[in-house]
């Protein structure tokens, strides 16, 4: 009859955490894959404000540029206007010119008559010469004045250029980033079941070590006696082959992924108050800083481990009985981004 037991307990274990395994890890994918966006929109919106601030000092010269074209064609328009002023007068002038002309070669009039005409003559021509030097000049400046509308205008394009480049730029700068995190993503997840996968070799089926979710879950009366954070002394031959797990999968995760080992350590809801440790607060920190240490102390990086402490404050058995106890006192591993 125990064979029976035991038989029904190692197919229950063949079978049952593999399921609640794959469900896990589905939700696990989704939830990482929802912060890697929210990260990649978080890191996006900052790259978009940064050329937001470039695209409004683009707009406000384009402003500047445009008032200042404005003015000048306002400018042009005037001296336009002048100009034909000028010209009118001055066919006044030579109108007059000419009738004072033809009243001194018909030669009427008395001598004082003929010096007067001259006099208004020599005038009326000095006018004319003035009118057509002011025409000169009004000529010069509108030319200058269409050569700086010619350069406002193709500055103002060359703005608009660049506005229209800076905007398909951040636009392809998103496109790439999601692209990359979603690698990212891909990857960390892949070499997160290579783990998972190792270490279920190695650690085999153990009523004291399980899966839940995506971590591996010991219990801590394996590693620890009730109420300390040192580990039991003599060899800790589970830890040891985590770490040999954890270095082999080091040489092959590339630099550039950022992840870290998680060491959470869990107490059940019995209050604890010594001296060393006035909560569960700090015994649950100091177990998984042990584990942490006792990695480190075995070749893994401390760059790639990450110690924490919940307490009791996430139960994993909301029963008060002693086997749910039991199980809420725990050490937790956990691959993840750091």
Do not use: C
Request: hydrophobic share 45%.
């Amino acid at each position: 009859m125990a064979l029976t037991s035991r038989g029904r307990r190692d197919r229950s274990l063949n079978y049952w955490p593999g399921y609640v395994d794959a469900l896990s890890t589905l939700l696990l994918v989704i939830v990482f894959m929802l912060s890697v966006f929210m990260l990649a929109q978080f890191f996006l919106s900052q790259e978009i404000s940064g050329r937001d601030t470039v695209l409004d000092r683009l707009n406000r010269q384009i402003a500047e540029l445009t008032d200042l074209l404005a003015l000048e064609r306002s400018t042009r328009r005037d001296l336009e206007i002048s100009i034909g002023a000028l010209e009118t007068t001055l066919d006044e002038s030579q109108a007059e010119q000419a009738r004072l002309q033809e009243l001194l070669d018909t030669g009427t009039g008395a001598a004082s008559r003929a010096a007067e005409l001259a006099a208004a003559l020599q005038g009326e021509q000095q006018a004319a010469s003035r009118a057509l030097n002011q025409i000169d000049i009004l000529n010069q400046q509108i030319a200058a004045l269409r050569r700086q509308i010619g350069a406002l205008e193709a500055a103002l394009e060359a703005s608009e250029a660049r506005d229209r480049e800076s905007q398909t730029r951040i636009a392809d700068l998103g496109s790439r980033l999601n692209v990359a995190l979603a690698q990212r993503v891909q990857e960390l997840a892949r070499f997160r079941s290579d783990f998972f996968g190792r270490l279920r070799q190695i650690l085999g089926a153990r009523d004291d070590i399980r899966i839940v979710g995506d971590r591996f879950v010991f219990q801590s009366e394996v590693l620890f006696a009730p109420g300390q954070a040192d580990l039991r002394p003599g060899p800790q031959p589970e830890l040891d082959r985590i770490a040999s797990a954890i270095l082999e999968l080091s040489e092959e995760i590339p630099p550039d992924i950022p992840w870290v080992l998680r060491v959470d350590g869990h107490t059940d809801a019995q209050p604890i108050a010594t001296v060393r440790f006035p909560s569960n607060w700090e015994l649950s920190t100091g177990r998984a800083t042990a584990v942490v240490r006792y990695l480190v102390s075995i070749g893994v990086s401390p760059e790639n481990l990450l110690a924490a402490g919940f307490g009791e404050f996430q139960p994993i058995d909301p029963g008060t009985t002693p086997e749910a106890f039991a199980r809420n006192r725990r050490i937790e591993f956990k691959l993840t981004e750091r």
